[in-house]
């Protein structure tokens, strides 16, 4: 059970930043004694790797906190995080390989599995994100982006953490992360309602 809430927590941790929770795992199993990562995923702890790794985060942090290009980041990441997530789930579950010598004898077996919902996991949080997104560059003429990237960067290091040392707290974040949502939810649709009813005869 904790194994699969520390890769629901990592999982969902990539589709805020696709990168942090692979960076946080493979540093994690290189310098310390935290992580132990299964046969099959120690390259995520090749210093090469990691190296990276550190520089799409700096990529992504800097294109994500510009108006206007972190839209276009959320495009270009709605392949790169789910992917991320599922490389994530699948790593804290312990799955055996992500080398896919024999794609007929990978999805016969149980491996594709954590993967699939590591990737739809990332995927749920990152389709939430970018459809705020906008929202908050409209709402506060841009100036709200850095701000709500380093929130959202911050919580991507927090869940990634957290789902390693104590994966019990991800069910509590993960209820935060569902009552956020509702509440962008609620407020576009609120707003939407003034419009219509200025726009109707």
């Known amino acids: 059970m904790l194994e699969v809430l520390t890769a629901s927590g990592l999982a969902l941790a990539a589709g805020l930043n696709a990168w942090i929770p692979l960076l946080v795992l493979g540093a994690l199993d290189r310098f310390t004694g935290l992580v132990d990562l299964p046969e099959g995923w120690d390259w995520l702890a090749n210093e090469w790797v990691l190296l990276v790794l550190l520089v799409l985060l700096v990529v992504e942090i800097v294109a994500d906190k510009v108006p206007g290009l972190d839209s276009l980041n959320d495009i270009v990441q709605t392949v790169v995080r789910p992917t991320a997530g599922g490389l994530a789930f699948g790593s804290g579950v312990g799955?055996?390989?992500?080398?896919?010598?024999?794609?007929?004898?990978?999805?016969?077996?149980?491996?594709?599995?954590?993967?699939?919902?590591?990737?739809?996991?990332?995927?749920?949080?990152?389709?939430?994100?970018?459809?705020?997104?906008?929202?908050?560059?409209?709402?506060?003429?841009?100036?709200?982006?850095?701000?709500?990237?380093?929130?959202?960067?911050?919580?991507?290091?927090?869940?990634?953490?957290?789902?390693?040392?104590?994966?019990?707290?991800?069910?509590?974040?993960?209820?935060?992360?569902?009552?956020?949502?509702?509440?962008?939810?609620?407020?576009?649709?609120?707003?939407?309602?003034?419009?219509?009813?200025?726009?109707?005869?």
């Open 95 to 201: 799955a055996s390989t992500v080398a896919v010598t024999d794609p007929a004898a990978f999805f016969s077996s149980p491996d594709w599995i954590p993967v699939a919902i590591g990737v739809v996991l990332a995927l749920g949080v990152h389709l939430a994100k970018a459809a705020a997104r906008p929202v908050v560059n409209a709402s506060t003429a841009g100036v709200g982006a850095p701000v709500v990237s380093t929130v959202e960067d911050l919580g991507s290091a927090a869940l990634s953490f957290l789902a390693i040392l104590v994966p019990v707290l991800v069910v509590i974040a993960l209820g935060v992360m569902i009552g956020l949502v509702i509440v962008v939810v609620r407020r576009r649709r609120a707003r939407r309602r003034p419009d219509r009813a200025a726009s109707a005869p």
